[in-house]
């Protein structure tokens, strides 16, 4: 196969928790295809990333300033074989020493999961290996059970138990959800339009800066004074847990269609700055209340948890580090390379599944949507 210039090749390596393998040590093989990076990692039940690999398709969409679907399918049947053969010789193995195979079957692009499904699927069915279909979600959901940075003083490494309480983030996805389990996901709050990662990415189209826009506005931010501009704060004065980030947009337009100053770049700093400000007042108001519904309040969730792409924003870490101290909860994020999609995810939600028996047992079709309240 050739991945040219289309593709970037990360090794994302190993990570070691204080478990070492034993006898009874599982190795689950993940694939995740469902967006833009194809990947697939070795993860062991004991929280070990044995080897981690993600081809990913930025090159090839950059120039259209967003995912074209038609262009990632093709992108992920060039790469998929590939990744997986270097992810197995990078953790020294052969596909016969995998015991579980794992793939992201939805929610996402479905010419991409449709890849990644296949290829686990014709191993799992050749080896005679159980299969888990994962819920891309799900594993944005668990990976800090794999590996968190919590902020109670156990550092990078921690895992966090059951039940918490989960900021998903990211570009298709965003929720406020109860995690009392594995398949168990009680929506508390979710976004009525655009995620935040969506905002984060318009932003970023609408001043030139490039996609994905997440990162790059996240950085521009950090030099820019938030107060300048003023964002509205969608829904904050009003009850409840859910979101819309679509105004927050249309003001951004507006603000630009009327401005009559110089686009320098303290402007685009200081506008970055303005509007990640008011997608932080948002998450926090809403996470605020989200801890004084009935429902968390009886569940007692001791930790806080940020998971999905935008939980590599650091001003939203931040902030909800802060909001968990003010309830007298730990705040636990993803290491910063497990937040964006991944394979590692996908083989921990593998392993978590596995565990409790929900392997496929007859076929099944991906699905493009998948709420996580539906498994
Ligand atoms: O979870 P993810 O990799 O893909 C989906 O499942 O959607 O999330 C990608 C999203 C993109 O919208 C990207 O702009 C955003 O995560 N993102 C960030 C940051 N890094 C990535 N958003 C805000 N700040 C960041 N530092
Ligand atoms: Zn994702």
Known sequence: MTTDDKLIKIDMGALQSNTAADADTVLCLGIESSCDETSAAIVDSNRNVLSHIIYSQIPEHQKYGGVVPELAARAHILAIDTVIEQTLAAAGKTINDIDVVAATAGPGLIGGVLVGWMAATGIAQSLNKPLVAVNHLEGHALV?????????????????????????ASGGHCQILLVRGVGQYEMIGQTMDDSAGEAFDKISKMLGLGYPGGPIVDKRAQSGNPKRFHFPRPLCDKPGCDFSFSGIKTAARMMLDKNTEAIDDKFIDDFCASFQASVVDCIVNRLTHAMATDVVRDAKPKTLVVAGGVAKNSAIRAAMEKLAGEHHMIF????????????????????ENWRIGNIVKSPIAPRPRWPLNEL
């Open 332 to 351: 636990a994020a993803p290491p910063m390379n497990l937040c964006t999609d991944n394979g590692a995810m996908i083989a921990w939600a593998g392993i």
């Open 144 to 168: 800090p059970r794999l590996s968190a940075t919590a902020a109670n003083g156990s550092g990078e490494g921690a895992s966090v138990d059951f039940p918490y309480l989960l900021m998903l």
